[in-house]
């Protein structure tokens, strides 16, 4: 009997090369995947916005940033176990960045450029559920499927950084974000249809929903549609101005929140925050009304308390919920609960029920809006240092002279800016001068804010590429 071994047939070879297609498919789509996520970092959406990366590709004039440094990020997790070879393979298909002889670094190959028209180009929906590990990968091909996008960046609570179910997109073109809202079926999500709308959209429904008019409106909507946090070009132009040099070795004063009786220390992670524990919990100090069939007019909310208390409640809501919370600046009597009871018993034309929130719930909605005041408070605090000319001290905040000014300070004018000749000093303020009076917080949809604050922010420079022989 022979033993030779026979040649395996046609039908026999077809699933062996089919797996290793597969495989190598999977392989492709990774190095794509890893390729596309470095070039967020450097694009010109992300880069001048992240106070970290900045540094990275300020720290030589060549603008060349580690390799390593930059898959160390946790997005890049999943690929750094591949091994660095591995992510320099992808790096070097990009059209957008360079690699270096060696490996070890990568650069854009072009200058960074202040990107045009994001907030026409950026769009609002709702409705994604709850957070899973890769929700945003998942976002990331949701959207890519109406064209390219620049960036999606999920909408989170301030204090706890729990995902809200909605995101910000910016698509690459007007077309693209165009498509998305004219989409016929309209987008949906796991079978369930979108809240969807533009961006400008979404800041004029929070501007009625708060029933804001005039200058108040247009600094609301402005605080909506710009990039929060670090942004190398207003950088570079205070540098020019001869401001970012301005005190540039002296400590940065301390910044100091009063909220609800207690004095806290605002820090600078995420562009303005408190510690938790250093927010006291003032019992008994919310009301949670339920029922309201998601809407609420918050004017109309406000205009009976106005009556009674001497200082307008915070209040919180989400478009879509059926609930929502009223914050005060102490623990409430038996009376003032009755009074809120019996003076609004209905919001958005449905009677609601009105109860005091569970210990837990009441004690995140306070961290909530500590955070809230603190981002408020840091961001004027350091837009008065870049000032030429303060705010005028006094009042409720103050009315803002440098840049745009208003009430609370807004942008620019900062409390206790003080006129020339007066000494800065650390700055206490309370939570109701810390921007809009009790308005809900809006989760920021800015870049990160990472990095050490008070150093100077180096400016671009040309690239100074080195010249090679031919080969």
Not at 298 to 316: D, N
Request: aromatic share 8%; proline share 4%.
């Amino acid at each position: 009997m022979s033993t030779e071994p026979v040649a395996a047939s046609a039908e026999e070879k077809r699933p062996a090369e089919e797996a290793a297609a597969i495989q190598e498919g999977d392989e492709d789509e990774k190095l794509q995947d890893a390729r596309k996520q470095i070039e967020f970092y450097f694009a010109d959406s992300n880069l001048p916005f992240d106070k970290f990366m900045w540094s990275l590709h300020t720290a030589n004039a060549e603008h060349w940033v580690p390799i390593k440094t930059v898959s160390s990020f946790k997005r890049m997790r999943e690929y750094a176990s591949k091994g660095h070879d591995w992510i320099v393979k992808a790096l070097r298909t990009s059209e957008e960045l360079e690699v270096d002889e060696a490996g070890e670094n990568a650069r854009r190959r072009t200058e960074v450029q202040p990107p045009k028209g994001q907030f026409e180009r950026s769009v609002y929906a709702k409705g994604f559920g709850d957070e899973t590990s890769d929700l945003q990968k998942k976002l990331e091909k949701f959207f890519d499927q109406y064209g390219e996008t620049n960036a999606v960046r999920m909408r989170r609570i301030d204090g706890n950084k729990q995902f809200k179910g909605s995101v910000f997109v910016e698509f690459a073109e007007m077309k693209s974000a165009e498509a998305f809202l004219n989409a016929d079926p309209k987008p949906s999500w796991d079978g369930k249809e979108l809240l969807i709308m533009s961006k400008e959209a979404y800041c004029d429904m929070k501007i009625k929903e708060k029933g804001l008019t005039g200058k108040t409106a247009e600094m609301r909507k402005d605080n909506i549609a710009s990039r929060k946090g670090f942004n190398a070009f207003q950088e570079m132009q205070n540098e020019k101005k001869g401001k970012g040099q301005k005190g540039k070795d002296k400590p940065n004063p301390e910044v100091w929140l009063e909220f609800m009786g207690s004095k806290i220390r605002v820090q600078e992670e995420d562009g303005g925050s408190v510690k938790s524990e250093d927010v006291p919990y003032i019992k008994g100090a919310t009301m949670k009304f339920t029922g309201c069939g998601g809407d609420a007019n918050f004017t109309e909310m406000k205009t009976p308390l106005r009556e009674h208390f001497a200082r307008v409640p915070y209040i919180q809501f989400s478009k879509g919920d059926d609930f929502g919370l009223v914050g005060f600046d102490k623990p409430l009597t038996e009376d003032e609960i009755d009074y809120v009871k019996t003076n609004l018993k209905t919001v958005n034309s449905n009677e609601v029920q009105w109860s005091i929130p569970e210990g837990e719930e009441e004690k995140q909605f306070q961290i909530d809006r500590a955070n809230f005041a603190a981002r408020s408070v840091l961001s004027r605090s350091q837009e008065k240092g870049s000032s030429s000319r303060g705010g005028r001290g006094g009042g409720r905040g103050g009315r803002g002279r440098g840049g745009r000014g208003g009430r609370g300070g807004g942008r620019g004018g900062g409390r206790g800016g003080g006129r020339s000749g007066e000494k800065s000093q650390p700055a206490a303020v309370s939570e109701e001068q810390s921007g809009e009076k009790r308005k809900r917080a809006i989760e920021p949809d800015g870049g990160p804010d990472t990095g050490i604050r008070g150093q100077a922010v180096p400016t671009i420079a040309p690239s100074k590429k080195a010249k090679t022989d031919a080969a």
